[in-house]
């Protein structure tokens, strides 16, 4: 049996006057998957997820969080949800343990239930010997942390996190992606925005990547990779003057070329093999790198831009 | 499927409990929480606030009702009867302290939790509704007035300014301003973007209380301004607490309550919608 349906979107439409935030979007996502939501700043992203999570009224199309409209249901289809929004809001008048508590009570819930829960999840968030420090008192990935922890206050069946590791050093990102990775092996339904595709690529089992308010492309991180790109990817640095000029010299190398301002990019399924057909044409790159194909790349092919700027 | 389930069994968790609530659109009938929130945060924050609104219409008292009372003499009351200056302005302090009170909650407070804390914006991503967020801060900037009301009912109390049981009374017709004022200033408070533009509240308010009968009656006024001062919100409390010190009411006194009543009314409603259009837009 297919898991159920819990959130799904037809044509879902987003304008701020002229700006067409979010260009009739379509998708499904399943109980129990991770879903993200993949593009640069500016794409939508957000303000998919606020329409989600009930704080921003659609301008057309359908929205259904589990059978619910959130247009009208707003209330009650945040009682189903955990929102992680992409700046942390925690009260800072509160005591970290107090964040969580307080947070469980907007949802109606009895203290006798948020007090065990509170220390469960200052225990999941690693912050146990935080539980009465000051919310200014702690680091970036700590915020995070916390903001992640007081999202599952009320067991949510679908956690929304919108850009959750940006701004968090490497260190910081895998701790948190590592508790991410728990609660989805636990069932929780995690909707994501990013523009890592790293964190794209260790997370989602499945996602659209959407630029300028439309979806590109949808699939699996590795079933698009292997549809938009090749297996391997040849950078090659010949300095900034000489990058654009030389795709001449490079042609028919590789399945496709993409002549970056820093960098050359052959795609090819052998990058090794592309290295050789480089250096017997006489070509010394400054440097060279073969490696595999990324969500990078694919974004690159569909948009011609990188997701970075 | 719940996260971190373990450690709750039991087929109907809290968390289910508290999904199978009735919710509306607008209000999930929880605005008890926002008040818990405000309660706790209260305890780390700055009495210092709370004791200055207290103290400010008690000098004024002092340095009004005692010291320029005592060469203005006795002054005609509201039934006609003769009373001490002091007598007659404490009643009028009072109805400008309910309304400090809940402006100062109602608009500084709600300015900053609004564009600063993000506290709002963190409430309305839980099962709270829009009303229940302003149901609650409204309750808390009561609280405040009502505190600040009994504490200076006492004071009048110590001076001998109080002469009938009615004057009890004068607490909670205090609160019956004060959810006047904070009511609306909620609303107005979600105009504002800038420091500039709240520094017109105190533009509109210290003119309010310098004119609305405070300290001397509206007869002095030409009758146009006395229409003028009719048509604002303190005139009306001032009257309705002056009435209810000596007792003495009158057709007027229905009038005065029944402008407060239209006032909460409207600036619930006012708020409401704002908070929608702000945060769920």
């Not at chain 2, 971190?4 to 999904?19: D, M, N, V, Y």
């Amino acid at each position: 049996m297919n898991p159920p349906i819990v959130i799904s979107a037809r044509n879902l439409t987003k304008t701020y006057g002229d700006l067409t935030a979010v260009d009739a979007v379509s998708f499904e996502v399943p109980a129990g998957e991770s879903f993200g939501l993949l593009g640069p700043n500016g794409a939508g992203k957000s303000t998919t997820m606020k329409m989600i999570g009930g704080v921003s009224r659609r301008s057309s199309g359908t929205l259904s969080i589990m059978g619910l409209d959130p247009d009208n249901h707003g209330p009650e289809v945040r009682a189903h949800l955990g929102v992680v929004p992409q700046q942390d809001n925690l009260d800072e008048e509160l005591r970290v343990r107090e964040n969580l508590i307080v947070y469980g009570r907007y949802f109606g819930l009895p203290l006798s239930y948020l007090r065990p829960k509170a220390d469960e999840l200052l225990e999941f968030a690693q912050l146990t010997d935080k539980a009465k420090s000051k919310v200014d008192a702690l680091s970036g990935g700590m915020k995070r942390r916390l903001t992640i922890a007081r999202a599952l206050i009320n067991e949510p069946r679908i956690l929304l996190l919108d850009e959750p590791t940006t701004g968090l050093d490497p260190q910081a990102r895998h701790t948190l992606w590592d508790r991410l990775f728990r609660l989805k092996e636990q069932g929780v339904t995690l909707i994501l925005t990013t523009h890592y595709m790293d964190e794209a690529e260790q997370l989602c089992d499945r996602l659209i990547v959407v630029d300028k308010g439309r979806i590109m492309a949808e699939g699996s991180p590795a079933s698009l990779i292997r549809e938009h790109s090749t297996r391997e990817v040849l950078e090659l640095r010949f300095g900034s003057e000489r990058n654009a000029g030389i795709g001449v010299e490079l042609q028919g190398i590789g399945e496709r070329l993409e002549a970056l301002p820093d960098r050359v990019l052959i795609y090819a399924d052998d990058g090794e093999a592309a290295l050789e057909q480089v250096t017997a044409r006489g070509l010394r790159p400054l440097t060279s790198l073969v490696r595999r194909s990324s969500l990078e790349d694919v974004f690159l092919r569909l948009t011609g831009r990188s997701l970075v700027d | 499927m719940s996260a971190l389930a373990e450690g709750h069994p039991g087929p109907r968790s809290a968390t289910e409990a508290a999904r199978q609530r009735t919710f509306g659109p607008l209000y999930s009938r929880n605005a008890l929480a926002v008040v818990s929130r405000g309660l706790m945060a209260a305890k780390s924050s700055t009495w210092l606030i709370l004791v200055s609104g207290f103290f400010e219409p008690v000098l004024y008292l002092i340095a009004m009702g005692v010291g320029l009372g005592s060469i203005v003499g006795a002054i005609q009351g509201p039934g006609g009867q003769e009373i001490s200056y002091a007598a007659y302005i404490a009643p009028a302090l009072l109805a400008v302290s309910a309304m400090n009170g809940a402006v100062y909650d109602s608009t500084w407070n709600v300015f900053f939790k609004m564009n600063f804390a993000k506290l709002y914006q963190g409430m309305l991503y839980t099962s709270l509704g829009p009303l229940d967020v302003a149901i609650g801060e409204i309750f808390l900037a009561l609280l405040r007035g009502l505190l600040y009301a009994t504490g200076f009912t006492a004071v009048m109390g110590v001076m001998g300014l109080i002469t009938t049981p009615w004057a009890l009374l004068m607490v909670p017709a205090s609160v019956l301003i004060a959810f006047g004022f904070a009511s609306f200033g909620m609303g107005i408070t979600s105009f504002m973007k800038t420091f500039q533009q709240m520094d017109w509240i105190n533009f509109f308010m210290l003119p309010m209380f310098l004119f609305s009968a405070t300290f001397y009656p509206l007869s002095v006024y030409p009758q146009y301004i006395q229409w003028l001062i009719q048509a604002m919100p303190l005139w009306h409390g001032v009257e309705l607490l002056r009435q209810i010190s000596i007792g003495s009411f009158s057709s007027a006194t229905a009038v005065h309550v029944g402008y407060y009543l239209v006032m909460i009314v409207l600036g619930i409603m006012l708020t409401t919608g704002r908070l929608r259009q702000l945060f769920l837009k």
